[in-house]
Nanobody, 126 residues
Framework: QLQASGGGLVQPGGSLRLSCAAS????????IAWFQQAPGEGCKGISC????????YYRDFVKGRFTISRDNAKNTVYLQMNSLKPEDTAVYYC?????????????????????WGQGTQVTVSS
């Protein structure tokens, strides 16, 4: 089971850190991704940390602002979000799985992930 937390209301330019904690399995054995679902839009993969060597991937629109990391001792993956923009407003989900093909944004495909957290709301507004 995955538990996502850390969302909230923040002003533009602010920061939040999302957490994805696992119970019942070890996150280090899996690729972990964060997905974003904005109002009226589909679910988009925005970042991934790989199971083999903690390689990280980002979509262009969050690169340089968001950082994904893993704390194996806490069995938790984080998404540090800085310089937040109103367009980052969304529900954020973490997901665990085993990606078959990382290249060409393969890691963004939801069907690779078989365990999902419940989502945490991030609202960026002044």
């Amino acid at each position: 089971q995955l538990q996502a937390s850390g969302g909230g209301l923040v002003q533009p330019g602010g920061s939040l850190r999302l957490s994805c904690a696992a119970s019942g399995f070890t996150l280090d054995d899996y690729d972990i991704a964060w997905f974003q679902q904005a109002p009226g839009e589909g679910c988009k993969g925005i970042s991934c940390i790989t199971r083999r060597n903690d390689k990280t991937y980002y979509r262009d629109f969050v690169k340089g602002r968001f950082t994904i990391s893993r704390d194996n001792a806490k069995n938790t993956v984080y998404l540090q979000m800085n310089s937040l923009k109103p367009e980052d407003t969304a529900v954020y989900y973490c997901a665990a799985g085993r990606v078959g093909l990382y290249s060409d944004f393969g890691w963004t495909q939801p069907n690779y992930y078989n365990s999902w957290g419940q989502g945490t709301q991030v609202t960026v507004s002044s």
